[in-house]
């Protein structure tokens, strides 16, 4: 098994944290993960990615070339990415940012993660969080409890219990 994903989105959405995290949920797991991450200069506004790579054979060459599965939380990251996705791959999209109808031979979901994230949890940076327990349920890329104990190692103290809810949310919402 080896699966290329790349996150992407506005800085300030979280993008590499999320991917951060998935990588290290992935390691959790037993995987062989490479984790790289790019923003604009200005950071906050421009566009972020992160990429993964997780294998469970070693990883020769570490870029992602085509995705098997994108994850876009603005309009500027569909438009950006979707010609990176492989035929038939996986498509998540935040829905709250991107209206259009978006066309690819993909499996498409649309998830209204910073909607959910702004009305549960009062602050739109809980959506990739959301974002990330909807991919964990849709790709089974990773096993919960390994995304949880993730979440927990990474993200702020004081933030744990709400980025837990919301990653919980999002496995709900599928």
Not at 110 to 124: M, P, S
Not at 135 to 153: D, F, G, R
């Amino acid at each position: 098994m080896r699966v290329e994903i790349r996150i992407s989105g506005l800085g300030g959405q979280g993008v590499v944290l999320a991917g951060y995290i998935l990588g290290k949920a992935a390691v959790y797991d037993g995987k062989n993960v490479v984790q790289t991450q790019s923003y604009g200069a200005e950071a906050r506004g421009s566009a972020a990615k992160s990429e993964l790579i997780i294998s469970d054979e070693k990883i020769g060459f570490p870029m992602v070339r085509k995705c098997d599965i994108l994850v876009a939380m603005s309009r500027e990251a569909v438009k950006k990415n979707l010609k990176d996705l492989k035929k038939n791959g996986i498509l998540l999209i935040d829905s709250s940012y991107v209206k259009s109808e978006v066309k690819a031979e993909a499996k498409i979901f649309k998830i209204q993660a910073t909607h959910i994230a702004e009305k549960l949890y009062g602050q739109k940076i809980y959506a990739n969080m959301v974002m990330l327990g909807a991919l964990t349920k849709i790709t089974n890329i990773v096993n919960e409890n390994s995304m949880e104990q993730a979440i927990k190692n990474v993200v702020p103290k004081e933030t744990i219990i709400k980025n837990i809810q919301a990653y919980k949310k999002g496995i709900e919402i599928i």
